[in-house]
């Protein structure tokens, strides 16, 4: 079994493969990882881990394959700026450890940040589902209106999912519930070595699609 994972505002949500389950329900992500035992690979639309300093080389190699859709990939904050107070102390600090200005949605998951680098589980890979449903697209639209949700639609179906028939709740967003399915297609892809590394080469953190 493979499954993807996408934070959403009430808490997770995951897609397992190969039956289409949707799990949520889970505010924390421990929970949910429990609930998906047995899962080989599990790929998670979140980072890893921050960095001390800097840009992580997986966040610069991801934005740069997206060209004028890079906007999608916040830049992960430093540790230290995660921790900060405020959005306002976190730019602060991020920019003196040589990264950027932390936008509203970086600071806005740094919970959900910690709890993923807290875990250190081997059987977790990051993933970018807005890079996967580009690789695998075509998909042009924003994946809030409705034309980007048909499009990504049509991409899960036409690498064998069938969204139609998922049994869920009114727990996850439409959007969030889609990227913890592409998210299952790269664990599935991962696990069968056929899942694309940004960058290419060198060290970890990989961004995967």
């Given at each position: 079994m493979y499954a993807g994972?996408?934070?959403?505002?009430?808490?997770?949500?995951a897609l397992v493969l190969p039956d289409e389950r949707i799990v949520e329900g889970f505010q924390q992500l421990a929970g949910l990882l429990e609930a998906l035992n047995g899962c080989e690979v599990i790929a998670v639309d979140m980072p890893l881990n921050a960095p001390e300093t800097g840009q992580r080389p997986c966040?610069?190699?991801?934005?740069?394959?997206?060209?004028?859709?890079?906007?999608?990939?916040?830049?992960t904050p430093t540790a230290q700026a995660l921790a900060a107070a405020t959005q306002e102390e976190a730019s602060?600090?991020?920019?003196?450890?040589?990264?950027?200005?932390?936008?509203?949605?970086?600071?806005?998951?740094?919970?959900?940040?910690?709890?993923?680098?807290e875990l250190q589980r081997p059987d977790?890979?990051?993933?970018?589902?807005?890079?996967?449903?580009?690789?695998?697209?075509p998909v042009i639209h924003r994946k809030r209106?409705?034309?980007?949700?048909?499009?990504r639609?049509?991409?899960?179906?036409?690498?064998?999912?069938?969204?139609?028939?998922?049994d869920c709740g009114?727990?996850?967003?439409?959007?969030?519930?889609?990227?913890a399915a592409a998210a299952a297609l790269t664990a599935r892809r991962?696990?069968?070595?056929?899942?694309?590394?940004?960058?290419?080469?060198?060290?970890d953190p990989a961004i995967f699609a």
């Open positions: 994972v996408d934070g959403c505002p009430k808490g997770w949500v966040d610069l190699s991801v934005r740069a394959e997206l060209g004028p859709f890079a906007s999608s990939l916040f830049m602060r600090i991020n920019i003196e450890r040589g990264g950027y200005g932390v936008t509203s949605q970086a600071f806005s998951l740094r919970n959900k940040i910690a709890e993923v680098a977790l890979v990051e993933v970018h589902p807005e890079l996967v449903f580009r690789l695998l697209g209106s409705w034309a980007g949700l048909r499009e639609v049509e991409v899960l179906q036409t690498h064998g999912l069938h969204p139609q028939s998922w009114n727990w996850a967003e439409a959007d969030d519930t889609m990227d991962y696990a069968r070595g056929e899942a694309l590394r940004f960058p290419p080469e060198g060290q």
